[in-house]
């Protein structure tokens, strides 16, 4: 609203042309240039736009009577100062003037006089009500005002707390934002030494910094120590004459609890020394506010100090442990290794490679295939062998929410024992062989020089029988090491369909023998692999030997195989007994044989080693799952003879 015109304006709404020109002599006189309306919708509209100085109208129009319309253009222009016509001085209408506060009124006899003192008079009452509503304004604009920039100052201060993490410089600008907004001349931010049970200067404004540093306040009988009792707001003025211990003389103080979590922690205040607080109340909100940004300050400092003792104990755990440690995250970057990792990979311990992706730092195959199978539920474990002859046992574990662990075991010693134990098991193995087709072959000739009698035939199958279990188990080890050392391999396209429906044909009467059914999910024409066949035979017959053996009658075998991109993945799942969790990390190794299995079970032990050993001379990969329950499941990875 405006309330200065220049030159003052007065709006005449009378429908007397002789009333009309006397007015308009008058206000013309008094300065005020004259602008006329006929009617209440032409006066609505300039009244909408601007305030007139003088509003003179009477109390009828032709339209009717003015007061009902007059009354909302009061309420939207109170200041406005009105000079209301009445025709006659006995008027049914007066009392009603009277309540809208229309106190400026004329009626005939209309005297010039008259009207000049009473048009002076509601002009003047209107510069006042206008100077008044101007100082109104003002003051309500100093105090917006003043509130926006303690808004800003505290939009500032949160910033400040939010962005750095040096708590001296935060609680000491909260002190300083204190004495400022609140127009006092020195701030003191003090907390509770649990030791000693004093409280002590954490910041402070305008205190030498001698005293900040030696300040220490006992909690009886002082002022920031009933606050610290009472967790509430202490104010010290020259209306409080009380003589209470502030280890300093002021003339007036305001001390407000800091809480945590409902714990009075220590006491924000300020004070001066040579007059009173401008505001004690306004003051105390303020320090209110601020107490809750040092309590936030100090939060974010335990916590900031917790997270940095515990990342240090991470870090020395990872730095001195024997296992090499890489952390991705979701996005595969890397995000931690330790200096075991970067010393096997070749990579220098520094912060260079941290955030870069996994596979921008894995440049070893086997490790770059290992972490692309992450989600495509391949094997998340190989053995790498370094630059040095080191061989490392990786494992990849995902990790909910954050990724996925890297963890590289050394596992030279344990590969060079397992290549002595194999060299010794070859050469026993060989030697084993001459002796045991010796004992076969006399055995044999027993009936022939001689009759024998029923116990003693019933004794010479038995003889018979063990003696072929131990060729059967020589021939595995003599085949397992001929795998391992890739003697005599000769590598050729296969087609792997082929072979397993061999295979299949070949062990129908075994299945037939225990009531198991055998599913074969292959698709037609599946493209080759470059592998040794017989060896690719052996694979087939071990996996499905080992799932014949360890079902059930009655139960279902499934040999499944499907093409991923560049790897043909073949899948035998049974719904047999199943493997603990616990033997599942040993059931490749030679002689193994789960714990859950009978004696009465058939078997060397080393079907699943034969078939790791001839999968990964074909550089493919092969692993075991077992849940409780449901059967076992074993996947084999080749990859497929490159096209021509």
Not at 421 to 449: C, M, N, Q, W
Not at 560 to 588: C, H, K, R
Request: charged fraction near 20%; charge should be negative; glycine fraction near 6%.
């Amino acid at each position: 609203m405006t309330f200065n015109h220049t030159p003052p304006t007065a709006l005449l709404l009378l429908p007397d042309p002789v009333v009309e020109h006397l007015v308009k002599q008058v206000v013309t006189a008094s300065g005020c240039s004259v602008i006329t309306c006929t009617d209440r919708q032409s006066a609505s509209q300039y009244l909408a736009e601007r305030s007139p100085s003088l509003f003179v109208l009477a109390e009828r129009l032709p339209e009717g009577s003015t007061l009902d319309w007059l009354e909302p253009v009061l309420r939207r222009n109170p200041a406005m100062p009105v000079l209301f016509y009445m025709g006659k001085k006995e008027n049914a209408a007066q009392q009603r003037v009277l309540e809208m506060g229309l106190v400026f009124t004329f009626s005939p006899p209309l005297l010039y006089q008259e009207m000049q003192q009473r048009v002076t008079a509601a002009l003047r009452r209107g510069s006042q009500l206008q100077d008044w509503g101007q100082r109104h304004i003002r003051g309500n604009t100093d105090r917006l005002r003043q509130r926006l920039d303690e808004l800003e100052t505290m939009t500032r201060l949160g910033q400040t707390i939010t962005s750095t993490l040096n708590l001296d410089d935060v609680l000491r600008a909260i002190v300083e934002t204190a004495v400022d907004l609140t127009g006092s001349e020195e701030g003191s931010l003090l907390l509770m030494d649990t030791e000693t049970g004093e409280l002590y200067m954490r910041a402070g404004r305008n205190f030498q910094e001698d005293f900040v540093r030696t300040f220490r306040l006992p909690i009886t009988d002082t002022l920031a120590g009933s606050v610290l009792r009472s967790g509430q707001p202490v104010v010290l003025d020259q209306n409080t004459p009380q003589k209470i211990k502030t280890s300093y003389l002021v003339h007036s103080l305001v001390y407000v609890p800091l809480k945590l979590r409902g714990t009075v922690i220590g006491v924000l205040g300020v004070d001066n020394r040579t007059g009173g607080m401008l505001d004690p109340d306004r003051t105390i909100k303020v320090l209110l506010a601020l107490a809750e940004y040092a309590v936030i300050a100090l939060q974010n400092a335990g916590i900031f100090s917790d997270m940095m003792a515990e990342r240090n104990q991470l870090q020395a755990i990872l730095a001195n442990i024997q296992d090499g440690v890489l952390v991705i995250d979701l996005d595969e970057r890397l995000i931690l290794m330790n200096p075991l990792a970067s010393e096997a990979l070749g990579l220098e311990q520094n912060s260079s490679w941290l955030g870069r992706p996994i596979l921008d730092v894995l440049e070893p195959e086997p490790l770059r295939q290992l972490v692309g199978g992450i989600g495509k539920n391949n094997s998340n474990h190989v053995d790498w062998t370094a630059e040095g002859g080191r061989v490392w046992s990786v494992q990849l574990t995902p990790i909910p929410e954050v990724g996925a662990a890297i963890t590289m075991h050394d596992v030279s010693h344990l590969k060079k024992m397992d290549r002595i134990k194999s060299e010794f098991v070859h050469t026993v193995s060989h030697d084993l062989r001459s002796p045991l087709t010796a004992i076969l072959g006399y055995v044999e000739l027993i009936d022939r020089v001689g009759p024998v009698n029923e116990m003693q035939r019933n004794f010479i199958k038995r003889v018979q029988a063990s003696v072929q279990n131990i060729t059967r188990l020589v021939d595995d080890l003599v085949s397992l090491g001929q795998i391992e050392a890739s003697f005599d391999l000769s590598r050729e396209t296969v087609r792997m369909d082929q072979i397993a429906r061999f295979v299949a044909e070949e062990m129908v009467d075994e299945f037939h023998a225990m009531n198991q059914t055998l599913n074969l999910v292959i698709p037609n024409e599946l493209p080759a692999v470059l592998a040794d066949p017989l060896q690719m035979r052996q694979l087939v017959s071990h996996l499905l030997d080992n799932a014949h053996k360890y079902t059930p009658d009655g139960g279902t075998i499934t040999l499944a195989m499907e093409v991923d991109t560049n790897q043909l993945i073949l899948v035998v799942q049974d719904t047999g007994v199943g493997i603990p969790s616990l033997d599942l990390l040993y059931v490749f190794e030679k002689f193994y044989r789960g714990a859950n299995v009978s004696t009465e079970t058939s078997g060397t032990g080393l079907g699943l080693a034969i078939v790791k050993s001839i999968v990964e001379s074909h550089q493919g990969r092969v692993w075991v799952e077992s849940p409780p329950g449901g059967g076992t499941r074993v996947a084999v990875v080749l990859p497929l003879a490159r096209q021509s």
